[in-house]
Each structure stands twice: as structure tokens, then as C-alpha cells.
């Protein structure tokens, strides 16, 4: 339907163009800037704020595909063998059970 809508709109606008042209007081230059003015570019300002919806529902997909591809899995161990940090946001430390004491505190 929104095709439908867009086509006659570019229809519209190009038999205004049309007209400027053909008639005695108008001017090729005044039928590019009608067409472009009153066809494409209100046109292609509906169009792409229609469509962000549908954008922001893609990134949102994207982004969760993302999140699903890159989630440790349940049975991989905390801690690196090496003692590298997992990319879970904690030290290798809190991950063994070793408590990290507090500052200024003695353990």
C-alpha cells in the first residue's frame, strides 16, 4: 500500500513539473526544482521515517543474534587455565572463590 502511495506521489509531482514546464511563464530549471521539492524530497523524508521502525527492529535483532552468539556457554569453566580474565566482567580471582579483601583491611 505505501508503494502505491509513494508512486502516485511521484506522479503528482512530476505532472506539476510537467505543467511548469509546458507553461509560457515557466522554466525547465522551475520544473527540476518542483519535481525535486514537492516529489523526492518530501518523499524520501516520509519514506525514511516510516522505515525506522522497521530499522530499529533489525538492530535490535541484529544485537540479540549478537548477544546469543557471543554468551559463554553454561558448562565452560570461569577461569582461563592461564589465569586470563574470561570477559565476564570479574577478576580470575573472585571466579576461584578467593575472596579479594577490602581496602585497608588485612586478610
Avoid at 24 to 49: K, N, Q, R, W
Avoid at 51 to 68: G, I, L, N, Y
Avoid at 92 to 101: F, H, N, Q, T
Amino acid at each position: 500500500m505505501m508503494h502505491l502511495v509513494a508512486i502516485a506521489w511521484l506522479y503528482v509531482a512530476l505532472m506539476m513539473a510537467l505543467a511548469e514546464a509546458s507553461h509560457s511563464g515557466g522554466s525547465l530549471l522551475g520544473a527540476v526544482l518542483t519535481f525535486f521539492l514537492y516529489g523526492l524530497g518530501p518523499l524520501a523524508l516520509v519514506l525514511y521515517l516510516m522505515a525506522t521502525p522497521a530499522r530499529r527492529r533489525a538492530a535490535r535483532k541484529r544485537d540479540h543474534a549478537a548477544r546469543q552468539n557471543t554468551q559463554p556457554d553454561q558448562d565452560a569453566p570461569d577461569v582461563d587455565p592461564l589465569g586470563q580474565p574470561d570477559g565476564r566482567g570479574h577478576s580470575p580471582v573472585a571466579a576461584r572463590g578467593k575472596a579479594i579483601p577490602p581496602v585497608g583491611k588485612e586478610p
